[in-house]
């Protein structure tokens, strides 16, 4: 859903304004005018994508006084992948970019395209996961700047504490505390269709479960090979189905915003909420006394040996073969300070910490909310996987649509699920991928 945020833009005027004055031939590519050595860095135009930017290359200058790094930004979203495919193959890419992990990285052709870091140094503090998002078989091409984030359960801390309540691990956990929670008079579990992505995380929220009992689910659902009509898949569309027979969900489920589920679960108008653990940042910045009233739980799988969180990885740097030289070296720099203690303090303090991160070199800082806590198990225990979307390029356009559908009692679990196998069809074959 990559849930998924588009991300605006900045230049350097002073660097272009200063380029004025200087003699034409004071300066070659590569050359920062005083014999050092110029790169640039390729970022999406977001306010925090450029502030993030600004920051690290503030410091890696400091650091690296013979390295100056021009910051370029352009559009995220489809016009930006199109960009990057079009930089790439016209030989036109930055010295370093940030980008995608996962699938949509996949179609970038990295073998071809981009530098393998596989000897880096850093590479050793990454987790599987991250290493498994940037690497074909041939190489790992990149390195995570940002921290991840899950699809999971929300839950409010102080309703458990009031039902005592423990954190489920199990479906069967799950739905007791569901019905006691119900019996309480309080809403279940919190769903907000009036923003229909929402409804999704059922299903994507489920999927490091689906991995967890069948390993090669993601590429053989690429080849066709699998289907979410049949089980493991099929049981997220069903939990669906059962939570909204059951009466778990809040009365105006149907029109509820997203807003509104960050405030329920946030002030205990609700007690749990499916959703991407990003929402911290809104609880954080809206409803700042309850910031640790929030903690998360992955979605329980029928049998709790199958849980796993299911994680949205960060995006990551990248440099493409077109680097030579002195700019390959300095960007290789670049990339392994933002990786660094240093690299991780500027991505503490400008960039929103909605998870873990992905790699042992940075760590989280004491003050982060108890729902970053709660997840940060999880990583401890090797007990994630990535998100769907981070292994497959397919995702069906019509999935929020569906599992409004199912969850609102208008179409069965089967129907829902095999009308999504007939979705995604149609974008694989589009795709043009073998075996649809």
């Known amino acids: 859903m990559n849930s998924r945020s588009s991300m605006k833009k900045s230049v350097f005027a002073l660097v272009g304004a200063a380029a004025l004055v200087l003699p034409l031939a004071a300066c070659s590519a590569g050359d920062g005018g005083d014999g050092g050595t110029t790169i640039s860095f390729l970022t999406q135009n977001s306010d ?65 395209y ?54 489920p691990t199990s479906w069967s956990e799950f739905a007791a505390n569901n019905d006691a929670i119900s019996a309480a008079g309080i809403p279940a579990i919190i769903q907000t269709y009036g923003d229909t992505w929402t409804s999704q995380l059922f299903v994507l929220g489920d999927f490091g479960n689906v991995l967890a009992q069948d390993p090669d689910w993601a590429e053989k659902y690429t080849a066709g090979e699998r289907k979410y009509a049949d089980e493991p898949g099929l049981q997220a569309f069903d939990n669906q189905e059962e939570a909204g027979k059951a009466g778990w969900f809040n009365p105006n489920f149907a029109s509820a915003l997203y807003d509104d589920g960050v405030r329920m679960v946030a002030t205990g108008e609700g007690a749990q909420y499916p959703i991407l653990t990003g929402a911290v940042s809104a609880i954080a910045q809206n409803y700042a006394d309850n910031v640790d009233d929030v903690g998360v739980f992955a979605f329980p799988a029928q049998d709790a040996a199958d849980t796993k969180l299911t994680v949205w990885l960060p995006n990551a740097m990248y440099i493409p073969k077109t680097t030579e030289g002195a700019e390959l070296e300095a960007s290789k720099k670049f990339i392994a300070f933002a990786n660094s203690a240093e690299g991780c303090e500027i991505q503490t303090s400008v960039l929103s910490v909605s998870g873990p991160f992905a790699t042992s070199a940075c760590s989280l800082p004491d003050d982060v909310p108890a729902l970053v806590q709660d997840l940060q198990v999880y990583f401890d225990e090797g007990n994630t996987n990535p998100a769907l979307e981070f292994l497959s390029p397919i995702k069906g356009p ?39």
Request: net charge negative.
């Open 114 to 167: 981009l530098v393998n870091l596989s000897d880096e140094a850093w590479v050793a503090d990454l987790t599987d996961d991250m290493k498994t998002v940037v690497s074909t078989e041939n190489g790992l091409y990149g390195a995570p700047f940002g921290t991840s984030q899950a699809g999971a359960v929300l839950y409010n801390k102080p309703i458990y504490e009031q039902l005592g309540l423990s954190v």
């Open 398 to 436: 019509n999935l929020e649509n569906i599992t409004v559908e199912v969850g609102s009692g208008i179409r069965s679990a089967a129907d829902g699920a095999a009308l999504y196998d007939d979705d995604v069809k149609k974008q694989a074959q589009q795709l043009g991928l073998d075996g649809w």
């Open 48 to 112: 925090q994508n450029i502030a993030s930017a600004e920051a690290l290359i503030a410091a890696f200058e400091a650091e690296n006084p013979d390295i100056s790094v021009n910051l370029e930004t352009q559009p995220a979203g489809t016009e930006g992948d199109n960009l990057m495919k079009t930089k790439l193959s016209t030989d036109e890419m930055d010295d370093v970019f940030y980008y995608n992990s996962g699938s949509l990285l996949q179609a970038l052709n990295p073998d071809q």
